[in-house]
């Protein structure tokens, strides 16, 4: 293959959102409306896009009730759910380099300016995800 390993896995997560809808489907299979409602700042486009680019990947698998009205759900395949972990390891560095950040960030006071305080945490920040093996609805 000649390609680096870490770019092979960065190539398959890469998009602003395919780690949160990935991390939101490791809580269990999701309709396309209720990713996007807990997604409020992604577009209804992006959104589908990627979900499209996971279900290529084989990470995330389609399920279409074949209903009218449709009714399709979205989760973590089999071999999705070896990226459970991997999103994990990436949410802890994400929160150490955020924390890291506001370290570092110089922080420029007026002489009548409150102490600031650091900003708020990612949304997986303090949560450990158990990794379970998602069950198709019947």
Known sequence: MGECPIDAT???IDGRWK???LWRLFDGPMRTAELRRSIPEITERMLI???HDLV???IIDRHDAGTVPPCVHYSISEYGMTLGPVLQVLCDWGRTHMQ???KKKPQVRSRAAAPTRPASPPS???TTRN???NVSPA
């Open 10 to 12: 960065l190539s398959v």
């Open 19 to 21: 780690g949160t809808i």
């Open 49 to 51: 896009r990627h979900l």
């Open 56 to 58: 290529e990947a084989g």
């Open 100 to 102: 890291h950040q506001v």
């Open 124 to 126: 997986c920040a303090g």
């Open 131 to 133: 990794v379970r093996r």
